[in-house]
């Protein structure tokens, strides 16, 4: 019986950690680069086979390659509560060792800018490696029309559905979007995913969708193309600044920031513009986001840092994630740290707008802690 | 498209490619037939190699694990009653029964020799249908899913055994139990106590393990002596069953073909095809039948079913990037992975892809079933060792298989709890079945239904495929009653065996304290789940409210029918039973606290010498072989196991 799982090795390990860290300031000059370890155990708290677990696998064969110890990376899916029950657990058990990784989406933002009661975790605790943004289009059925303005008039006056998720999942914002231009879309919540969604638009039954870029490529560009589906609006994509700008997947296509703010009297100061850019921001700014404990060894985290920042400046990356998430860059180190902090402060009275906007103008009730 | 067909044959029969294949095929057998594990395991094996690999042999690869899972599971579903995963519960119905009769040999070769049957079967279905099959898949919209489910659930009245009350009732709390969790429809929680385990909802594969193993293990070990209680052949039953399948081809190709079109349709999965087709081969089946006490038809049906639902699974994944069902769902990743998108480009600029896919699968079934087929008769030999060797085996398979569904000690409670239901279910003969169909058939009657009504109104419920599903329903139910009729205008004499049997099937209602208390306890849950889901929103709370009141009329009317005296009062022994229920019980805390792996050894070593009373060598050997299983799956799969304190310092 000679396995050995991973806890049977800890206090042996942090006895190890203890002695180098005593030790450090002997070495502090020749421990330049501390070696990463050998195997790195990356927490999915989804399922197999899923949007954050192929861009999980598919970052831990970009990252093995590029950190300089080229470690062997362990996929963990822990999946349960739309990635709450895993992020919960990680939060609990994961040693700042830097061993431990974490890969979050926007359905585990969201429930904690929101404090859903089953939150236990916080990502003022966390900081993050690599971020991945993505992008989104919305698209109607023909029959609303062929231009921006008048589609935005006949989907005012003529009510129609959009196929979601959940009320507070990654659609929220495009359900917002929608409200915020005075469409009178009606939200029909139980799709499994936005594939799910995308099968209601192409019955019929829903008269609005929304996909993201990578999605939207592969299956709405063939509806468009045979005129089954028209464009709409982008999300567009956030700059530097944190303003948001065209997305240059859709150079062609207006953003909705663009169209909202077209209209008379709105404004970026708007509450609703402010909860609106807050989770497009954690949602889709930063979508997918590798996480280490914030307390890992400061050098371990400038390797693991530097390791994404080259993978920024190689060809075969980008070009194999343009493939996987579109053509977006991603964002590494201090700048991701500073704008997931800006991104996940929501101040309680906006948190309440929400929920109030929820219940009265849907009549979902979510419950905050 | 032909020559999109040759160039995939020639893939697919080239060298690297079988070879890929064949290792896709033995990881898959190796996590189907070990229940619990299943697809997910089986691609957390294949992903770390599959990117950067040539798409096509990294297909073979993929479609070889797929394929082969709905295959080996079958082999706890038959020898143990364990139903391995989702697609074979139906499977136990029959196949345990007749392992039972010493037949295991019999019902495995007839359930490889229907798997096989059943794969290639789809995948022919599919070669031709994926190209015309989008506009099918749209034609199905929420409402005829709404009214699919409903199909499902009718099945109940055919499958509640000797009384349809109990079967209603079953159903209903089955509802009731798949409700738990989160409002589709609304996302408000309910019904979860305060737990936060069922916030997510009880998980199918505990479920199906407390409601169908448990009970069955706790029966063999009161009953002492081994699974099989008659001593047959196994050479006789192997080529037996194979002869089986040859006698029964048209069934097999029906429920294929069902298999293939049923798996088609996404969200409804492959959990329903296999009740479909048994409750079809039970309906349709002529001469004498023993569906529930090992009917071969029982298992060949499903089974024949199942792998053909894998092979449809593919078309809503390949077309519509949907997943059609849970594997397909993991296959789906593996394609986006491979840097493959889905979407009419599979039958366009991908076809040859495509078609690689669907004789890859084809392949992969005939060369899984047949290496299940070879290793059917000495696998069957299990089912003569005295059951108290097998049964700390057995229970470490059970818990090690409930606690992958979330890896939470709440799945070893619910499995307890649920499997009190099912042991009183199972010695008062409530139909477990119904139980499940119920629970299985729960989020997606109410999310259909809340969604066709939402994007259609009452419209919805006017669309000609779901007045033809409505019609199939109507029919199915007064099939028996044309039957009947048709059989009273014929002589007595002809049909008297058939008279006799229709008797025999219907025994008159019993009731007994075990009745009582489940109904007595049904009600008092109707009312404390009322008053749960009462202060819900409207569309929130309809729902479990319309499960509570089909479970506590059920429950109802199977009480007044023994108050008016119409059910014979028979004794229902119950107390040996809740003891070993209690034992397991014991057994969790136990694993709680010390570890698992150290609980599984020690209990196995103290189980086999004291209470089968083997030598401490034997039992030592077995539990030495248990720690070395629950490791090495440890260490290959980067599983966790409850970490008690014991576990900690030796592991």
């Known amino acids: ?369 | 498209m032909i020559d999109a067909l040759v160039a995939s044959l020639g893939e697919v029969f080239s060298a690297s490619h079988l070879v890929y294949m064949g290792l896709g095929v033995m990881i898959g057998l190796l996590v189907g037939i070990i229940p619990g594990l299943g697809g997910i395991a089986g691609m957390a094996l294949l992903l770390p190699f599959l990117y950067g690999m040539e798409p096509g042999l990294a297909l073979g690869m993929l479609m070889g694990m797929v394929a082969v899972i709905p295959t080996g599971d079958t082999f706890t579903s038959v020898l143990m009653g364990i139903p391995g995963s989702s697609a074979s519960q139906a499977t136990v119905m029959d196949g345990f029964p007749l392992a039972k009769k010493g037949q295991a040999a019999r019902a495995l070769a007839s359930a490889f020799l229907s798997s096989l049957c059943g794969g290639v079967i789809g995948a022919i279905v599919l070669t031709g249908f994926i190209l015309v099959a989008r506009p099918l898949v749209l034609a199905f919209s929420s409402a005829e899913l709404f009214v699919l489910t409903l199909l499902g659930l009718a099945m109940v009245a055919v499958l509640s055994g000797d009384s349809l009350f109990k079967g209603m009732a079953a159903c209903g709390l089955g509802l009731l139990a798949g409700a738990i969790g989160t409002a589709p429809a609304t996302g408000e929680f309910r019904l979860n106590l305060g737990v936060e385990y069922l916030f997510d909802g009880i998980p199918l594969i505990v479920v199906g393990l407390a409601i169908f193993a448990l009970p069955e293990i706790v029966d063999l070990l009161i009953r002492r002596g081994s699974i099989a209680r008659e001593q047959t052949s196994l050479g006789h039953g192997w080529r037996q069953g194979i002869r089986d399948v040859v006698d029964n081809r048209g069934l097999v190709a029906k429920c294929a073909g069902m298999g293939s079109l049923i798996g088609t349709i996404p969200g409804l999965a492959g959990s329903v095809v296999d009740w479909l087709t048994y409750a079809f081969a039970s309906k349709t089946a002529k001469g004498e039948k023993h569906f529930g006490q090992g009917d071969i038809r029982g298992v060949i049906a499903p089974e024949s079913a199942n792998n053909a639902c894998a092979c449809g699974a593919m078309v809503p994944t390949l077309l519509f990037g949907v997943p059609g069902s849970g594997t397909a769902a993991i296959f789906l990743g593996g394609l986006l992975l491979l840097g493959l998108e889905p979407g009419v480009s599979m039958i366009t600029t991908h076809l040859d892809l495509t078609y690689t896919i669907i004789w890859s699968l084809a392949l992969a079934n005939i060369l899984g079933a047949a290496l299940c087929l070879m290793l059917a008769r000495p696998v069957a030999q299990l089912t003569r060792i005295p059951f108290v060797l097998l049964a700390p085996v057995i229970t470490t398979l059970i818990l090690f298989a409930a606690f992958q569904a979330t890896r939470s000690l709440g799945d070893w409670y619910t499995l307890v709890a649920v499997g009190a239901i099912g042991l009183l279910f199972k010695q008062a003969g409530w139909s477990r079945p119904a139980f499940l169909i119920g629970f299985v058939l729960a989020p997606g009657a109410e999310t259909y239904f809340y969604q066709s009504v939402q994007f259609h109104g009452m419209a919805a419920f006017l669309r000609p495929g779901v007045i033809i599903i409505l019609a199939l329903i109507a029919l199915a139910f007064a099939f028996p009653l044309i039957k009947r009729l048709v059989l009273r205008r014929q002589p007595p004499l002809a049909v008297g065996a058939d008279v006799n049997r229709q008797t025999a099937d219907t025994p008159a209602p019993t009731f007994g304290k075990i009745d009582l208390v489940l109904v007595v306890g049904m009600l008092a849950l109707a009312a404390g789940a009322w008053y749960d889901v009462s202060g819900m929103s409207m569309i929130g709370g309809i729902f479990p409210m319309l499960a509570i009141a089909i479970m506590a009329v059920g429950a109802l009317l199977a009480g007044a029918q023994a108050w008016k005296g119409q059910a014979t009062w028979v004794s229902q022994p119950i107390g040996q039973p809740l003891v070993w229920l209690g034992g397991l019980l014991a057994l969790i805390v136990v694993a709680s606290l010390l570890g698992f792996i150290s609980t599984a050894v020690l209990m196995t070593l103290g189980f086999i010498r004291f209470v089968a009373r083997a030598r401490w060598s034997a039992a030592l050997l077995v539990a030495i072989g248990i720690g070395a299983f629950l490791l090495g799956m440890q260490a290959l799969l980067n599983l966790h196991y409850p970490m008690g304190w014991l576990d900690a310092m030796l592991f």
């Not at chain 1, 470690?71 to 060792?97: E, K, M």
């Not at chain 1, 605790?125 to 690599?130: E, F, S």
């Not at chain 1, 993505?134 to 196929?163: D, H, S, W």
């Not at chain 1, 700014?285 to 914030?294: G, N």
Request: charged share 20%.
């Open chain 1, 1 to 369: 019986m000679h396995a050995k799982p991973k806890l049977s090795r800890m206090p042996c390990r942090r006895w190890w950690i203890a002695c180098a860290l005593a030790l450090l300031p002997l070495f502090a000059e020749a421990d330049d680069a501390q070696p990463t370890p050998d195997t790195l155990t990356w927490t999915v708290p989804f399922g197999v086979g899923g949007g954050t677990d192929v861009w999980a696998r598919f970052m831990s064969h970009w990252m093995a390659q590029s950190l300089p110890s080229h470690p062997a990376i362990v996929i963990d899916n822990v999946p349960g509560g739309g990635s709450i029950t895993g992020t919960n657990l990680f939060y609990t058990r994961a040693q700042p060792n830097g061993e431990e990784m974490l890969v979050t989406s926007a359905s585990t933002q969201f429930p904690a800018m929101l404090k859903d009661p089953r939150v236990r975790f916080d990502y003022a605790k966390w900081t993050p490696i690599i971020a991945a943004p993505t992008g989104g289009v919305v698209y109607v059925q023909p029959r609303f029309g062929q231009e921006t303005g008048e589609i935005l008039a006949n989907l005012r006056e003529e009510p129609t559905k959009f196929a979601m998720q959940t009320p507070t999942g990654l659609e929220m914002p495009v359900m917002l979007a929608f409200d915020m231009l005075g469409l009178a879309v009606e939200p029909v919540f139980g799709m499994r995913s936005r594939g799910e969604g995308r099968l209601a638009f192409e019955r019929g039954e829903a008269g609005v969708d929304f996909q993201t870029t990578s999605a939207y490529f592969s299956s709405v560009a063939p509806l468009v193309e045979s005129g089954q589906a028209v464009p709409l609006f982008s999300l567009g994509v956030m700059n530097e600044e944190g303003v948001i700008v065209r997305d240059p997947a859709f150079p062609d296509l207006p953003t909705f920031s663009e169209l909202y703010l077209a209209q008379p009297g709105a404004s970026r100061d708007d509450v609703a513009y402010e909860v609106f850019h807050k989770f497009f921001a954690s949602g889709y700014a930063l979508q997918k986001l590798l996480l280490v404990p914030r307390q890992v060894d400061a050098k371990l985290l400038a390797g693991y840092r530097a390791g994404a920042k080259a993978l920024t400046t190689n060809a075969d990356f980008l070009a194999a994630a343009r493939q996987q998430v579109g053509p977006y860059e991603p964002v590494v180190g201090e700048v991701a740290a500073r704008q997931l902090a800006s991104a996940m402060e929501l101040s309680d009275a906006r948190r309440q707008w929400v929920v109030d906007w929820l219940k009265d103008r849907y009549g979902v009730r979510v419950v905050t802690r």
